[in-house]
């Protein structure tokens, strides 16, 4: 989760597996721009000022989530927690990250990740810099600057676009693992002329979650909002449907929307249907490259119903994270308040071992969605490896 500073933006104001079946892989040809089927008329504006689903990301605030990002990787001890052992270990074990990225977004965003290998001291004990479910925005930074501090005299930190800072582990008081976005307004973090603006800084916890930590925290500074709740029950919304959610839940991927929304598919990958009628859509799963993605339902200026296809790895047909998962969308709704929520098709269903009961959500052929208050319906017609077909509709 990305720690917020004092003063927010808005954005506005901002400078800105079932029998085979072939299932079409072609993209959807774009509408015209003032049609109900182009895809810019089903983009959600965001209304949070700060990460959410919206479309129109502050890219003075958030990197671009295309291209090359280049990671510097510092090692951090501390003088009431000296390290003890190689930095090996900690490299390797978030080395997967850039692999897991490069898959996950069609190839279109890669981390290149450049480890320091040595340990950089901290000027003060792990106790000292509060990481707590309380962390302040100015103690974070605090945190960041003095690590890159410590390591200036190692690194050119003008070659770098973000810093992953990796504490050792007899630093247990470096719990979890914050986001740091930089504050436009303030003078914040500089090093070899170079203004820092986007970190992660893990704690413990990365032993736990694994290199998928590093791709969740990432996203952050691409834009994207926690998706897991902050109050109640932690997967409540969207279970492991998406890294942004359950970071070890078992369908390894993002949502389509937020694929879309960080460029990694096309708007002639997105069929979108913004006004009364209906359209029948061939889905490639969102797991493989090419196709179309996601058929969208706008319902209101800022919500949406999505529909696309998921399959999980191997193409396992009784594994519970496979068939058409359909979510509602809203971006006024803030990071970690359930701004995507999905749609349970099976909640009384009693789970496979090693799935939660949201995991089986995904609707099967022969089945349909249908919200009475806006009109929307989808209806799964039929499924298969590569993908499903369904019709979307408004009344």
């Known amino acids: 989760m990305p720690v917020l500073p004092v003063r927010l933006r808005p954005l506005a104001l901002a400078a800105a597996l079932l029998p085979c079946l072939a299932v079409p892989a072609t993209a959807a040809t774009p509408a015209p721009v003032n049609s109900p089927y182009s895809a810019a008329s089903c983009a959600l504006p965001g209304k949070t000022g700060w990460t959410d689903e919206g479309h129109d990301t502050d890219r003075a605030q958030f990197q671009t989530a295309t291209g090359t990002h280049r990671v510097l990787t510092l090692f951090v001890d501390f003088p009431d927690a000296p390290a003890t052992d190689s930095t090996s270990a900690y490299a390797a074990q978030l080395a997967p990250a850039a692999d897991w990225m490069a898959k996950a977004s069609y190839g279109r965003s890669r981390l290149a990740i450049t480890p320091l290998r040595r340990w950089v001291r901290m000027p003060a004990d792990s106790t000292s810099y509060g990481f707590a479910r309380g962390l302040t925005f100015e103690a974070h930074e605090k945190y960041v600057r003095d690590a890159v501090t410590a390591a200036d005299p190692y690194v050119d930190f003008s070659r770098y676009d973000m810093v992953y800072v990796v504490p050792d582990k007899a630093a247990t008081a470096i719990s979890f693992s914050p986001t740091y976005l930089y504050d436009p307004a303030t003078a914040g973090i500089t090093a070899d002329g170079t203004r820092l603006k986007w970190a992660v800084t893990f704690g413990q916890d990365m032993w736990h979650w694994g ?101 999980a790895e191997h193409d396992d047909s009784s594994a519970c994270s496979s068939g058409v998962l359909v979510y509602k969308v809203d971006s006024a709704v803030r990071t970690g308040e359930g701004p995507v929520r999905v749609v349970n098709a099976h909640p009384t269903a009693t789970p496979p071992a090693g799935c939660a009961q949201l995991d089986m959500a995904a609707y099967q052929p022969g089945q349909s969605f249908t919200d009475p208050a806006t009109g929307a319906r989808i209806d799964v017609l039929a499924g298969g490896r590569a993908g499903n077909t369904v019709r979307i509709s408004k009344g």
């Open 211 to 311: 290199a998928k930590v590093a791709d969740h925290e990432t996203s952050h500074t691409f834009g994207l909002p926690d998706l897991y709740s902050f109050t109640g029950a932690t997967h409540q919304y969207v279970g492991g449907w998406d890294v942004m959610g359950n970071i070890a839940g078992p369908a390894p991927q993002y949502l389509g929307w937020h694929s879309w929304k960080l460029g990694w598919i096309r708007d002639g990958q997105v069929a979108c249907l913004s006004a009364p009628g209906s359209r029948t859509v061939g889905l490639t799963a969102v797991e493989r490259p090419g196709g179309t993605k996601i058929a969208v339902l706008r319902t209101s200026d800022t919500t949406a119903y999505v529909a696309e296809s998921r399959r």
